[in-house]
């Protein structure tokens, strides 16, 4: 049957839902040719007792269970991410949880794991010492390697408020690779994922930024695994990723150019940290394994069509992505509900999330394209959409 979908003009348009699932791409092990981690939302509990400012309250089953259906496919789990709603709904206390059962149930069910380390139990508001901003970072460094989690080093809303220049950051990042155990992931996550990180690095040029961010990992190389560059700049990432020391990755985060990026040219290519992993898992593992054999053609052809969904999903404000990631779990059926913690469920309009479903329902993302429909059909009818 056709559905009604609603445009932004407040009109509706007609469209006929998939009637058959895409085959989706079968389970398997890691990848050979490129390491690929999935940012992870989290699902929120729908019957706690809470508010959008309070703690957050979440459904630790359903949300170990689909971290194991992302290991399933061979993705890695980038935890307490963005992705997450680390820093927008999920708290350090909260975050520190999810490390340490997610780490757990890598551990036995043999899926890789890296876990965000921040500065998020530090107040708000202010402008923090840097010596408690390198206490916090400490914590939470100590809570992931005690976890047995790789780490890493998110970029510091405290930090960005309080540094006075590139040598305050170079001072509290080498102090913290100075005493990590083992060799780190380094995240800029540039403002329009969190406008607090404008001037991350100390300088809002970028050009002056990056070499700030050089100059911390040429110092510290044995410490550093690898960069997520999180600043949908295919261009500069390139360049960025050009200036590396040998042995360390780029892992891109940018979620408008991660096909070509991860494809690379005959100078390199990305590796893979993204939050359009989420809904795209299965079918980014069917593509990175063509690419494994060699078949870049492939890998783009199967990974090219997804942009249209990731740039949709990302768009301004990009920072409520996270709305329509957790939407089209819940219309894949890897969730029972469409809850968000901090209710967050409410960041984007129901022509964005009407959209969403058409671009996924067209790639033939959910296992079960009738469910899909159900359910946007119960959100349509809870909006008054009449089909």
Request: charged letters at 20%; proline letters at 6%.
């Amino acid at each position: 049957m056709t559905l009604r979908l609603p445009n932004p003009d407040g009109t509706l348009r007609a469209y006929e839902p998939r009637a058959e699932p895409r085959v989706e791409a079968n389970p398997g092990s890691a990848f050979t040719s490129r390491t690929v981690f999935s940012a992870a939302h989290v699902v929120a509990d729908p019957y706690a007792d809470t508010t959008p400012d309070g703690p957050a309250a979440v459904d630790w089953d359903a949300t170990l269970a689909f971290r194991r259906h992302l290991w399933a496919h061979g993705l890695g789990v980038a935890e307490a991410m963005d992705t997450a709603q680390r820093g927008m709904g999920l708290d350090w206390a909260g975050a520190a949880e999810l490390i340490r059962r997610s780490a757990a149930e890598a551990k036995a069910c043999g899926g890789r794991v890296a876990c965000g380390v921040g500065t998020d139990q530090l107040p708000a508001a202010g402008a923090p010492a840097l010596a408690d901003i390198r206490a916090a970072y400490e914590e939470q460094l100590a809570v992931t390697e005690g976890a047995g989690a790789q780490a890493i080093l998110m970029a510091s809303r405290a930090l960005a408020a309080s540094a006075q220049g590139p040598d305050d950051y170079l001072d509290v990042y080498g102090h913290l690779l100075r005493q990590s155990a083992e060799p780190v992931v380094l995240h800029w996550l540039g403002p329009m994922f969190d406008p607090a990180l404008e001037g991350y690095w100390g300088s809002s040029d970028l050009d002056a930024a990056t070499d700030t961010f050089l100059e911390v990992i040429a110092a510290h190389p044995d410490k550093v695994d690898g960069i997520k560059v999180s600043l949908l700049d295919a261009r500069r990432e390139v360049d960025l990723r050009r200036r590396l020391p040998q042995g360390v990755r780029c892992y891109t985060g940018d979620d408008f150019h991660y096909p070509e990026l991860i494809a690379g040219d005959d100078r390199g290519f990305s590796h893979a940290l993204l939050g359009i992993f989420d809904p795209l898992g299965p079918l980014a593992a069917e593509a990175v394994r063509v690419l494994d054999t060699g078949d870049t053609d492939g890998f783009r052809a199967l990974l090219d069509p997804t942009v249209a969904l990731s740039r949709h999903l990302f768009q301004a404000p990009t920072r409520f992505y996270k709305t329509g990631v957790v939407f089209l779990a819940w219309l894949a059926g890897h969730q029972s509900h469409f809850t968000m913690v901090g209710g967050l469920q409410s960041a984007r309009s129901l022509p964005h999330l009407a959209r969403a479903y058409e671009l996924a329902d067209t790639l033939g993302l959910f296992p079960d394209p009738k469910l899909a429909e159900e359910r946007m059909r119960t959100l349509l009818s809870l909006y008054g959409v009449t089909q």
